[in-house]
């Protein structure tokens, strides 16, 4: 008499149980230090953190967050992102929001960040678009989303391959590009190929956050960025604040502190040096709104994150500011 065969269900959770599993060894190798890990491969890092982050304001760049073990949580218009084994995040669009980590010495947060190569991206969203009649989405600035199977062995597979370093050059930036495919082709995928395509008023407040983001040293005025995206004053805020829910002097503020922090905290600059140099004229001015929005004096927000978090070396260059 044939055996009973155990159902599909039990198969894929044993199964997923298992990949989650190797993910997971694999990371705890790749990442065996507390802070970002650097890779072979331009805009991947991983990160682990032995310790829960508190509720701070953050500024990611745009960019996946793949979080193999623990929990992060962000808070942005009164809505909240998960992302953690089961969910990622995607940002097209840098938007300043709330974030707080679950992590410990015993089950550390360990997870893959990897910056968004707009030039792939936006040649695979064209190719999907052209090869599939799939629904059109709105443009979201940032989403989190479950993450399916097809993702997942995506991931696995190029955990894989970044333990040589021979695999890592060779065959990683081809996986990076498939997990580009299995985002864009996603649940949510279609909004991230409105998002990309640049298209409309989107397109036009995306430019002008990456004039913030560019120049936010310099003096930015809302008629200036108005008039660089064609729009009155008055549609350039609508928009604006549709896309990242602070009008444009609020999203420029927050931008400059948080280059400021990373100033002091990275590179060991004053307060009144760093205000100087991200745009305020007033250090005492500073002083005030670096308090207001993080809930701390700088030297005091420098000292606790030092002691919550551990820090990754300078980053390169690059036109968008990230908290951590």
Not at 36 to 47: C, D
Not at 104 to 131: G, M
Not at 239 to 263: E, G, N
């Amino acid at each position: 008499m044939r055996k009973p065969r155990a159902s599909t269900g039990d198969d894929t959770r044993s199964a997923r149980e298992e990949r989650q599993a190797r993910m997971v060894a694999l990371l705890k190798q790749l990442a065996p230090s507390e802070g970002y890990t650097p890779t072979p491969l331009a805009g991947v890092r991983f990160l682990r953190s032995d310790r829960p982050l508190a509720s701070t304001p953050v500024l990611y760049e745009p960019g996946i967050v793949i979080v193999c073990q623990g929990r992060k949580r962000g808070l942005w218009a009164d809505q909240v992102y998960l992302y953690d084994a089961q969910h990622y995040l995607a940002v097209s669009v840098p938007v300043p929001f709330t974030m707080e980590t679950d992590a410990s010495a015993d089950e550390p947060l360990l997870a893959i960040y990897i910056s968004l190569d707009f030039t792939v991206l936006a040649a695979l969203a064209l190719q999907l678009d052209e090869l599939t009649e799939s629904a059109r989405g709105a443009p979201v600035g940032m989403f989190s989303t479950p993450m399916d199977d097809a993702l997942a062995q995506s991931v696995l597979r190029f955990l894989e391959a970044m333990r040589s370093p021979v695999e890592a050059v060779l065959l990683g930036p081809a996986i990076v590009r498939e997990i580009y495919f299995r985002v864009l082709s996603g649940e949510q995928g279609a909004s991230m190929r409105a998002a990309l395509a640049s298209q409309g008023q989107f397109g036009k407040i995306a430019k002008a956050v990456r004039r913030i983001h560019g120049t936010f040293g310099e003096r930015l005025t809302v008629e200036r960025l108005a008039r660089e995206a064609g729009m009155s004053i008055p549609t350039f805020h609508t928009h604006f604040r549709a896309v990242t829910q602070s009008s444009p002097m609020q999203y420029l503020k927050s931008v400059r502190l948080h280059q400021a922090r990373l100033l002091m905290l990275r590179n060991g600059k004053t307060a009144s040096a760093a205000s100087i140099e991200v745009g305020y004229e007033s250090a005492s001015q500073f002083s005030r709104e670096f308090k207001r929005f993080f809930g701390l004096a700088p030297g005091d927000e420098v000292a606790r994150l030092k002691s919550s978090f551990a820090m990754p070396p300078v980053p390169d260059p690059q036109g968008w500011v990230t908290s951590h």
